[in-house]
Every structure is written in C-alpha cells, then in structure tokens.
T-cell receptor
Framework: KAGVTQTPRYLIKTRGQQVTLSCSPI?????VSWYQQTPGQGLQFLFE???????NKGNFPGRFSGRQFSNSRSEMNVSTLELGDSALYLC?????????????????FGPGTRLTVL | LAKTTQPISMDSYEGQEVNITCSHN???????ITWYQQFPSQGPRFIIQ???TKVTNEVASLFIPADRKSSTLSLPRVSLSDTAVYYC????????????FGTGTRLTVIP
C-alpha cells in the first residue's frame, strides 16, 4: 500500500507570496491532518480534515487554510507569507481521524514539504 | 488540555536499554498515551500506544503506572539507528490532545 505523499518536497518563496501544498493520504484513509515543524516550536498542529470537513483546528492565523477533496486528497494554503513561515510542513493520514471510538487512530506521516521564505 | 513533559535530550550507549519518561499530570479518564519516533527530515512514525499497565510490541514497551500520571517508553538494546526524537502524546476520545507533539526527547545513541 502506498504511503502518504506530499508535493512539492521543497519550495522557496518570497515574503508576501502565497503557497499551496498538496497531500495524498493512504488509500482508504479519510482523515488528513497538517502540522508545522520548526526547530524552535517543534511540531505544531494546524488542522484536520475528515470527509471534506475541517474537524479540528490549531492555533494558527487565518493566513493558513486548507481543504479536502472528495478523494480525500488535501491542500494547504498559506497566504501573505512571512519569514517565520519557513518550516517543514507535514501531513498525516489516518483511517478514522483523530477522533476514534474509544481509542485514536494511528497517524501515518508523509515526508513533508520544506518551505523556505526569503 | 492534557500537557506532556519530557526530557529534552538523552544519551545512551549502543546495546543499552533506554527508558524515556513522560509526565502527564492532567491526563483524563478517556486519554490514551502514544509515542512517536521521528528521524531527521522525515515525518514521525507511530511506535506504541497504551491506556494502562504495560504494552509491548516488537519495537518497544510502554509502562503506565496505576495513576497514569506518567508513562515510560522502554527501548531494549538500542542501536545507532535508534537515534531520533521521541514524542509522547496524550489523546482523548475527541483526539484533540493528540494534536500537541511538543518538542520531544532527542535520543542520541553513542557507539
């Protein structure tokens, strides 16, 4: 079974631009979560989508948005890029999402997209 | 939200058993405890999950005392390839707490 794929793997943008990152979950997985990882802040949750609906949201400004398509693929968009947005953006998929009945589902992470904002 | 506290870093020699303890004093009744491993430039990978007592799989063991306010990930006979960052997460039924990985414990295995 193919793993989680993310495109592109590397991206360089300048301040003020916007960027769209893509994530294809494992076949059959309906939940996609996005995380930002930086050396100083560690791994921080952005949002989770389940069946095309945003179900959980982290504490990030509105410049960060996402969506999920009917085939469970997800995109994340960051508008008006700032230098501090430079990070590794990770996507994770799971079968039932972060909310499981009595337990939570294992998340499978992609390799990430490394975004550099100049 | 349940918050976890882990040591920032640990060193160990090859072949030794490594125990990484995580504190989660505010753990709720429905919370599960899960550990992930992350190598540089890769996404985290699930290691083990438990609710109480002891859980063991082919990779690690997870010890959870009766009060569940802490947990210990035990890696038997570590090798150089176990050098990674280890994250402890506490998650409730809604999954909300699973969202907070924190900064983890950086384990360095020394030859």
């Amino acid at each position: 079974k193919a793993g989680v794929t993310q495109t592109p793997r590397y991206l360089i943008k300048t301040r003020g631009q916007q960027v769209t990152l893509s994530c294809s979950p494992i076949s059959g997985h309906r939940s996609v979560s996005w995380y930002q990882q930086t050396p100083g802040q560690g791994l921080q949750f952005l949002f989770e989508y389940f069946s095309e609906t945003q179900r959980n949201k982290g504490n990030f400004p509105g410049r960060f948005s996402g969506r999920q398509f009917s085939n469970s693929r997800s995109e994340m968009n960051v508008s008006t890029l700032e230098l501090g947005d430079s990070a590794l953006y990770l996507c994770a998929s799971s079968l039932l999402g972060l909310a499981g009945a009595g337990s939570y589902n294992e998340q499978f992470f992609g390799p990430g997209t490394r975004l550099t904002v100049l | 939200l349940a918050k976890t506290t882990q040591p920032i870093s640990m060193d160990s020699y090859e072949g030794q058993e490594v125990n990484i303890t995580c504190s989660h004093n505010n753990i709720a009744t429905n919370d599960y405890i899960t550990w992930y491993q992350q190598f540089p430039s890769q996404g985290p990978r699930f290691i083990i999950q438990g609710y109480k007592t002891k859980v063991t799989n082919e990779v690690a063991s997870l010890f959870i005392p009766a009060d569940r306010k802490s947990s210990t990930l035990s890696l038997p006979r570590v090798s150089l390839s176990d050098t990674a960052v280890y994250y402890c997460l506490v998650g409730d039924i809604t999954g909300a707490n699973n969202l907070f990985f924190g900064t983890g414990t950086r384990l360095t295995v020394i030859p």
